[in-house]
């Protein structure tokens, strides 16, 4: 068979990777779930994969299978392909997070759809997709002894950073009322064996690699033992992690010795109550001042991830939070509007405030709910201002001369230099200006104030004149 695996983009974001400057590489990981697929793939079959960032669908090729991985903002876009495959007689299988939380929804599109985790139900559809036989779902499993070659050669490398992407571990123990990860893995956490990663880092050929683990921290003595099997590599990495291992300075050194240079941490909110609402392990956000310190002190960047919209946030919340972003030094960020997405706690708690219903507008930029405290277009417009605000040139520049002189900092620079010229490119590129709801509101009080003054006046000018 002819097989396509797709990965598609929608919006601004579809054929971002053809631009020559600012155009995502930084920001986009190899096709990890789909070269896992791929590698389930029998060699008797012929792979094609495309990434709409940096390539198109072409409608005038034949193929007998096509496999589109589907998150809920590609959703509208992966239905659209449905419709296009539809008309050729080629049957659509559709995967990943968005199928598996609206079975019926994705039904009325695909041939078929996996639900869950696609490794364990792609040798069983292959065969029925050879036998003209595709069953209407298949449900997936997580395959822990994952191929340790992959086929990278599918991918264009010239548009991702590094081609360079594995998991140690995949799902996560905590229950974040606004991540759908815990649902997808059915609150289950998945190791591979560590002689697999390691074998399968040995066989990267460039220095840097990027863990895209979903939690790589939570187990501890698997994470002691993964990180002693390779620091003898020598390689340099980054990863998403929990905070809570800054209370644990063996761990840190450990990180540090096996060549992690950058962590992503979900701060989410300086706000308890916005901790607290969704179910946050950590909500003191007290404590993050001296955690961030702690990973600076190993020469570990921190990558902040920052969640606007959450009830308690008034359209104060971007300058307030801008300026403690600045103070506890924290190195980049990834700013995102609050997003209620399907399989998720805060869906089923938001349901009745959903306006949207626009899946592509689920790409945490838009507003699709009604706030609380503040208006949908002011949590829009302080999500480009905080994004711009935080990536003015003149803040980058205080951030690298700061982590110049952080403890054994000055040898992972490049890491945070290069992100920050990113984000910056990006805001550039996506042309974001935004504004500070905050402003807003105290031009307001002031018009109200000289508008009140000017009634107050005209009052007394007029009892004086009668008198
Ligand atoms: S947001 Fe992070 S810590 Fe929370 S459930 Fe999701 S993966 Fe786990």
């Not at 239905?79 to 299988?93: G, H, S, T």
């Not at 706690?345 to 009745?352: R, V």
């Not at 706030?371 to 417009?381: H, K, N, Q, V, Y």
């Amino acid at each position: 068979m002819k097989i396509c695996l797709i990965s598609p983009a929608s919006g601004r974001w579809r054929g971002l990777g053809k631009k020559k400057f600012f155009n995502g590489k930084t920001f986009r990981f190899s096709q990890l779930s789909l070269l896992s697929v791929a590698a389930l793939t029998p060699d008797k079959h012929e792979l094609k994969l495309i990434d709409e960032q940096i390539e198109d669908v072409s409608l005038n090729e034949d193929f007998d299978l096509v496999g589109i991985t589907v998150m809920t903002a590609t959703a509208p876009r992966s239905y659209e392909l449905c419709d296009l495959f539809r008309k050729k007689n080629i049957p659509v299988v559709l995967g990943g997070f968005h199928p598996t939380f609206n079975v019926e929804e994705a039904r009325e599109y695909a041939y078929a759809i996996v639900i869950g985790p696609a490794d364990g139900a792609w040798p069983e559809l292959l065969a029925d997709a050879e036998n003209k036989q595709l069953k209407k779902i298949y449900h997936g499993t997580v395959d822990e002894k994952k191929p340790i070659k992959l086929p990278k050669h599918l991918l264009k490398k010239s548009g991702y950073l590094s081609p360079h992407t594995t998991y140690a571990t995949l799902g996560c123990r905590n229950k974040c009322s606004f991540c759908s990860i815990t649902s997808f893995y059915g609150g289950k956490r998945y190791q591979r064996p560590i002689e697999d990663v390691v074998a399968e880092l040995g066989s990267f050929k460039e220095k840097f690699f990027m863990f895209i683990d979903d939690n790589l921290t939570q187990d501890r003595e698997y994470i002691v033992e993964l990180l002693k099997a390779i620091a003898p590599l020598k390689k340099k990495w980054v990863t998403q992690a929990s905070i809570e291992i800054t209370d644990d300075d063996e761990l840190l050194a450990l990180l540090q010795q096996s060549g992690c240079a950058g962590v992503f941490v979900g701060l989410e909110s300086f706000s308890e109550d916005a901790l607290c609402s969704q179910n946050k392990t950590i909500k003191q956000p007290r404590y993050y001042e001296q955690a961030v310190r702690k990973f600076h002190q190993y020469g570990i960047f921190v990558e902040a991830g920052m969640i606007f919209g959450f009830d308690s946030d008034s359209p104060e919340i971007f300058e307030k939070t801008l300026k403690i972003l600045d103070r506890i030094g924290i190195d980049t960020i990834q700013a995102s509007i609050l997003t209620p997405l399907p399989g998720t706690t805060l869906f089923k708690e938001m349901k009745d405030r959903i306006v949207d219903f626009n899946w592509e507008h689920y790409d945490y930029k838009y507003a699709v709910y009604n706030p609380a405290l503040i208006s949908r277009e002011d949590l829009m417009g302080g999500l480009q201002w905080i994004n711009k605000r935080f990536y003015s040139p003149r803040r980058i520049l205080q951030r690298i001369c700061r982590w110049l002189f952080t403890p054994a900092g000055y040898k992972n620079m490049y890491f945070p230099l290069f992100l920050n010229i990113a984000y910056w490119g990006r805001q550039f590129q996506f042309k974001v200006r935004g504004y500070n709801p905050a402003n807003v509101k105290r031009k307001e009080k002031r018009a109200e104030k000289l508008l009140a003054a000017r009634d107050q006046f005209r009052k007394y000018r007029f009892t004086e004149q009668a008198r």
